[in-house]
């Protein structure tokens, strides 16, 4: 376990929606990462946010965005939900946000768009 | 942007046997490079990682080697164990001069040690 939870485990949703995908850190982490694993693409890194600000942007759509809040949860909104949206969502945490950090990963959303 | 590839995409050995897969990555900046398992339902795990001061590093059977001048490195996983089973990626990160975290992962070798 280590120690980064994410919520839901599974959503199944329509072409055209919008979902929230939830990440809480680990205990003392101040940096939050998404990353989006399709069967055919690797793992994509999305966005970084450290302590509440955006750090780094990676390969994220428009219809994506994310926050991280004062107690340092992060939500990754989807929005206009396409077919190809359908991937495992994965959320990472790690203390300072450097290069350098060791990054935790959560057990993953997986998304099914219909 | 940084460009990690990653070989073998599958291995298979058998039990005992040695496993080696390796990256190359392209951006002579980086200088962090972890290795994740992933096992079947579950997020990728740090398994061992190395920094660009270092040439080599073991964790029991697990090691890594990295070569900056030629731009690559590799894990090597001695006395495989049906439980090494999973899919491995390395990555490729930095932390100069925007102190972002950002990494680039390799697309992944699916490990398989039969008994």
């Known amino acids: 376990d280590s120690g980064v939870t994410q919520t839901p485990k599974h959503l199944i949703t329509a072409t055209g929606q919008r979902v929230t995908l939830r990440c809480s850190p680990r205990s003392g982490d101040l940096s939050v990462y998404w990353y989006q694993q399709s069967l055919d693409q690797g793992l994509q890194f999305l966005i970084q946010?450290?302590?509440?600000?955006?750090?780094a942007k990676g390969n994220i759509l428009e219809r994506f965005s994310a926050q991280q809040f004062p107690d340092l949860h992060s939500e990754l909104n989807l929005s206009s939900l396409e077919l190809g949206d359908s991937a495992l969502y994965f959320c990472?945490?790690?203390?300072?946000?450097?290069?350098?950090?060791?990054?935790?990963f959560g057990p993953g959303t997986r998304l099914t768009v219909l | 942007g940084e460009n990690v590839e990653q070989h073998p995409s599958t291995l298979s050995v058998q039990e005992g046997d040695s496993a080696v897969i390796k990256c190359t990555y392209s951006d002579s900046a980086s200088n962090y490079f972890p290795w994740y398992k992933q096992e079947l339902g579950k997020g990728p795990q740090l398994i061992i990682d190395?920094?660009?001061?270092?040439g080599e590093k073991k964790d029991q059977r697990i090691a890594v080697t990295l070569n900056k001048t030629a731009k690559h490195f590799s894990l090597h996983i001695t006395e495989t164990q049906p439980e090494d089973s999973a899919v491995y990626f390395c990555?490729?990160?930095?932390?100069?001069?925007?102190?972002?975290?950002?990494?680039?992962f390799g697309d992944g070798t699916t490990l398989t040690v039969k008994p």
């Open positions: 190395i920094r660009s001061n270092v």
């Open positions: 946010y450290y302590n509440g600000e955006e750090r």
């Open positions: 990555a490729a990160s930095w932390g100069i001069p925007t102190n972002a975290g950002k990494s680039t």
């Open positions: 990472a945490s790690s203390v300072t946000g450097q290069g350098t950090d060791t990054q935790y």
